[in-house]
């Protein structure tokens, strides 16, 4: 597992990567491959010759096979899914239909149907030519006039004769369309417990099946675009990209933060005579801004994910802001309790504290509220809430925070 995990950190972050892969047993070429990042796949594959990627996508089933094909320029990817031995070539061409973000662009073929009134004898050979003709063990999957009934367990064989029926032994298993998305597949997974999901078509029929880890992938993989998108960076975008790819991928949100931020100091500049009365004022300024920007930045964390697996949804976002508008008050108070502690011992001047105590309690409510209500206002207009959201918030809690903050401090002090 370390030796895998050294090997995918080298190709990552080495410039010799493609060297590196192609010094890896061949057998190991098309896994090492899935566990890429996007921008190291495109990469590898654009630097290899047709010969080199069939010979790697041989040990790899028609899902995976795929999966690696849709990082392929198209009239390329034609050619190699040409080059395909016959069978496996009828199962990407199959899947190669569907959108990859859909549940049919993620499933397996890699099954067998079975009827329910079937013997384990005749489900053993049926499960047993399929392990001949592709290499791997299928899932078996059981319906009853065409409709879907369940799965039979791999585990039930050792128990039972092969005279057996395998009625009793059926264990039932979610399902989900086709076009299902990534969201949808992921909270069908979350109300059900399971290994693997079913994909069917518009008429209930059989397409595929899903397995529980390649959706734990994705969920992964769009906890990293949100990342991502938090920080401003374009999600596609790799440590050896060239400067001007990065500067593309960035430079919009920099001046859009810059706008921000002087919208931000011109508040500041509301209450210059009142800094320069107190200048200790200033030692505090970012404290209470700080503050904010993380209680902000908290709260869109939690409503962004809740979005994307379906737990949040526009008719509960009053809730949701009101449970975030709570939480902000009792850390406001308890924060800005701590922060009284501080200027009564290190200024000697609890009246400052006071200030400061009530500036981050009214801030971190804000910062609740923004980081709730934001998001869902950019869900209603159809906007992704993780690629700006932030920005706004940050914006809101700076804002208010200084205005409060120097506000209160003109009026005390």
């Known amino acids: 597992m370390k030796k895998n995990g050294d090997s995918l950190h080298k190709l990552c972050f080495s410039s010799r990567r493609v060297e590196l892969f192609k010094e890896l047993p061949i057998n190991t070429q098309g896994n ?17 010759t047709n010969t080199e990627i069939i010979n ?19 009239r390329r990817k034609k050619k190699l899914v040409s080059l395909l031995e016959k069978d496996v070539r009828k199962k ?23 009827s329910k009134e079937s013997t384990f004898d005749g489900v053993i ?43 009793k032994q059926v264990k039932k298993i979610p399902s989900v369309r086709f076009d299902a998305d990534e969201s949808e597949i992921i909270s069908i997974i979350r109300r059900n417990p399971t290994n693997k999901v079913v994909v069917l078509d518009d008429d209930n029929s059989v397409l595929g099946f899903i397995y529980a880890s390649d959706v734990l992938k994705l969920v992964h993989k769009t906890s990293g675009h949100s990342l991502y998108a938090f920080a401003g960076v374009g999600h596609e975008e790799d440590v050896f990209d060239s400067p001007l790819i990065k500067v593309q991928n960035r430079y919009k949100w920099l001046i859009l933060n810059l706008f921000t931020a002087f919208l931000a100091a011109s508040v500041v500049g509301l209450f210059q005579d009142t800094i320069s009365r107190v ?33 949040v949804e ?42 400061v105590c009530l500036a981050m309690i009214f801030n971190l409510i804000i910062a609740g509220v923004a980081g709730s209500l934001v998001p869902l206002v950019m869900t209603r207009l159809g906007k992704d809430p993780a690629t700006s959201a932030s920005i706004f918030i940050t914006t809101c809690t700076d804002v208010f925070g ?3 903050f120097l506000g209160l401090a003109s009026i005390w002090l």
Not at 56 to 74: F, K, N, R, V
Not at 125 to 145: N, Y
Not at 334 to 355: C, E, R, S, W
């Open 402 to 404: 200084f205005f409060t």
């Open 125 to 167: 050979k049926k499960a047993q030519k399929h392990e001949k003709d592709t290499g791997r063990f299928p899932v078996i999957l059981v319906v009853e006039q065409g409709f879907l009934v369940g799965e039979l367990p791999a585990y039930s064989f050792a128990a039972h004769k092969k005279e057996d029926k395998i009625e």
């Open 279 to 311: 200048v200790l004022l200033a030692a505090y300024m970012p404290v209470v801004a700080g503050m904010g920007g993380n209680a902000g930045t908290q709260a869109l964390a939690v409503v962004v994910r809740g979005l994307a697996l379906k737990r």
């Open 32 to 48: 090492t491959l899935l566990n890429l990042s996007r921008q190291c796949k495109y990469h590898i594959l654009e630097r290899l």
């Open 56 to 74: 790697l996508l041989h040990y790899l089933d028609s899902s995976d096979i795929t999966d690696l094909l849709q990082c392929i320029e198209e």
């Open 92 to 114: 990407v061409e199959f899947l190669l239909r569907f959108s990859p973000n859909t549940a049919a662009g993620m499933m397996s073929l890699d099954y067998v149907i079975v």
């Open 314 to 355: 526009l008719r509960t976002g009053t809730r949701v802001i009101l449970n975030e508008l709570l939480a902000g008050a009792v850390n406001g108070i308890i924060t800005g309790g701590l922060v009284v502690l501080v200027a009564l011992i290190l200024q000697q001047n609890p009246l400052l504290g006071l200030i």
